[in-house]
């Protein structure tokens, strides 16, 4: 399996919901991610995870809340979200320095 | 921050031409990136070139690597109407389990 799952597709959400955002791979990769991306713009790195382990958050404000349950997995939890924080949210993993493997993305819309 | 930059941002040819897109960057790499990415979804890895390499292929792709320039360009050969998608140089940051994206360009291969 060298694919990197994401769910929901599409979601909509009011600025007092609290949602989640799934990801999974079975690639038994050590770093899983989490980028941002606006319409045109290239993806912005949100969270680096290894081993499990928080290694990276690009000061990222706190209504976004990863959390990896298993090697496996990866959440984003979201909660009183900002219209502004709309967009298209990749999940990607890698093994080694380089190469990422990229999900489909979730398209996130806040009203 | 981001530390690509490609040009042209968006390019337009005839099928079966050649494309050819730019990627420049401002600090010492350990190793430079290419992605795909159709119009909302995630992005495919295209090829990796090390510091230490000045070219490579992969099918139609040719990647050049100035690492004296800090540039880097990708040749796709014999364009095809599936080829239309927006291209992103990556390289990797003082933390490599980081990679920034440069601004893209935007490919259009008309019939």
């Known amino acids: 399996d060298t694919e990197v799952t994401q769910t929901p597709k599409h979601l909509v959400m009011g600025m007092t919901n609290k949602k989640s955002l799934k990801c999974e791979q079975h690639?038994?990769?050590?770093?899983m991610y989490w980028y941002k991306q606006k319409a045109k713009k290239p993806p912005e790195l949100m969270f680096v995870y290894s081993y499990e382990k928080l290694s990276i958050n690009e000061s990222v404000p706190s209504r976004f809340s990863p959390e990896c349950p298993n090697s496996s997995l990866l959440n984003l939890h979201l909660h009183a979200l900002q219209p502004e924080d709309s967009a298209l949210y990749l999940c990607a993993s890698s093994q080694e320095w380089g190469e990422q493997f990229f999900g489909p993305g979730t398209r996130l819309t806040v009203l | 921050s981001q530390q690509g930059e490609e040009d042209p941002q968006a390019l337009s040819i005839q099928e079966g031409e050649n494309a050819t897109m730019n990627c420049s960057y401002k600090t010492s790499i350990n190793n430079l990136q290419w992605y795909r990415q159709n119009s909302g979804r995630g992005l495919v890895h295209l090829i990796l070139?090390?510091?230490?390499?000045r070219e490579k292929h992969s099918g139609r792709l040719r990647v050049t690597l100035d690492t004296s320039k800090k540039s880097s360009s990708l040749l796709i050969t014999a364009s095809r109407a599936a080829d239309t998608a927006s291209y992103f140089c990556a390289t990797d940051a003082v933390t490599r389990d980081k990679i920034i994206f440069g601004k893209g360009t935007r490919l259009h291969i008309l019939p």
């Open positions: 690639m038994g990769h050590r770093a």
């Open positions: 070139i090390r510091s230490n390499e």
